[in-house]
């Protein structure tokens, strides 16, 4: 087997940053930052589009990313210059491949001529091959052992935090740290957006999202519901938020909650809607999932439940703002499989079974609590 180690293109190091920072290339006016995905794969990496902006501050940063993406860097500031849109390619961007429209999107951008092409997605199998066809003149990404070779690469190690993962590769291209975590703000602020009027009776507002891609990462409905009602009970507005997909599930948990407190969003909001009723919350209750990362990268103080294997990649860093709940499960409820291998070459059993739902409402609802305590304090300061 081969043994991974890090590429450094034949550089030297300058710095230190997560990792290695290495020398800067010349003459770099177009950068090209390969992530696809969700809206939580956007957001973990942001801080290292962050410090090649910084990095190269003349240089035009164009992000290769999917459609939540262009909506979402639509309604904030940040460090993106331009949104394209991915071709459906294996491993890059779901969907039925169209070969005139991949060589359609390659031929685009190789006209560009970008000086850097910089992988941020996933370890390499698909994507790196993807990065060469950009015709780049220099690429840094993350490479498994079974990956095409970059000019500069850093080993791809399932278990890291993706944010710093991003950030470690943005030092190959000779970035220095910006922030560790994503800093965005809304471009406009909509009052009243959660239900279209700016009379909210000076209530605090907790929003919550139940939803995640992987099932098994989401708290059980009747344990929202109960959270809900309870913080409907203290006085507070709950709206529930979500995607068309997510919808039945938020109007369970206000149908369960039995508040007049308790209203369901879900697949009523655009993304500027989204990005402008988080960001007026006093707290923020999610799964490891999209809006909870949006929300802490909005500066919004939020409450995660996660599985302990998930906070390694995407929890939260700091703790005066932002609360984790961990579930120590490591093996399926039904077949008892063992859920720490996990990535795409690890065995997945058939179930879905939640396995987050051991993680108590009553420690839940105490960090609410705390976290809207602690905005009145700062509010009233």
């Not at 957006?193 to 708290?219: C, E, K, S």
């Not at 879905?352 to 809207?372: C, F, H, Q, T």
Request: hydrophobic share 45%; charged share 20%.
């Amino acid at each position: 087997m081969e043994q991974l180690t890090a590429e450094f293109g034949g550089t030297g190091q300058v710095g230190t940053g997560v990792g290695p920072v290495l020398e800067k290339f010349d003459s770099v006016s177009r950068i090209a930052v390969l992530r696809g995905g969700g809206l939580g794969d956007l957001i973990f990496a942001i801080p290292a589009m962050a410090a090649l902006k910084a990095a190269y501050p003349d240089a035009t940063l164009t992000l290769l990313g999917s459609p939540i993406h262009k909506s979402l860097l639509a309604a904030v500031k940040g460090p993106v210059d331009e949104v394209c849109i991915l071709p459906f390619a294996e491993g890059v961007r779901p969907g039925d491949e169209d070969p005139e429209a991949l060589e359609a999107f390659f031929a685009d951008m190789r006209a560009r001529n970008f000086d850097l092409a910089v992988q941020v997605h996933g370890g390499g199998r698909y994507s790196n091959p993807f990065l060469l066809r950009l015709g780049a003149r220099h690429t840094v990404g993350i490479r498994t052992p079974d990956a095409a070779s970059l000019e500069r690469t850093v080993p791809y190690l399932y278990y890291q935090h993706e944010p710093l993962r991003a950030v470690e590769v943005a030092g190959f291209a000779g970035a220095f740290p910006v922030d560790l975590e994503a800093r965005l703000e809304p471009l406009t602020k909509l009052r009243g957006a959660y239900n279209g009027t700016g009379d909210d009776g000076g209530q605090p507002l907790v929003v919550i999202h139940p939803g995640a891609t992987d099932p098994r990462r989401r708290w059980p409905v009747g344990q929202f519901a109960e959270l809900a009602a309870a913080c409907g009970a203290d006085g507070c507005r709950v709206v529930v938020v979500g995607d068309k997909s997510e919808q039945e599930l938020a109007e369970q948990i206000a149908e369960q909650a039995a508040s007049a407190a308790v209203t369901s969003v879900a697949g009523a909001l655009d993304m500027a809607g989204l990005v402008s009723l988080l960001a007026e919350a006093a707290v923020v209750v999610g799964n490891d999932s999209g809006p909870r990362h949006l929300a802490q990268a909005l500066g919004v103080p939020t409450v995660g439940i996660f599985w302990a294997g998930n906070i390694i990649n995407a929890g939260a860093l700091g703790r005066s703002l932002h609360r984790i709940h961990a579930s120590w499960v490591t093996t399926c409820p039904s077949c008892g499989i063992d859920v720490t291998q996990v990535g795409w070459t690890a065995p997945r059993c058939v179930h879905n079974d939640s396995i987050v739902a051991g993680v108590p409402v009553r420690d839940v609802y105490e960090d609410v609590r705390s976290l809207m305590a602690t905005a009145a304090v700062r509010q009233g300061a």
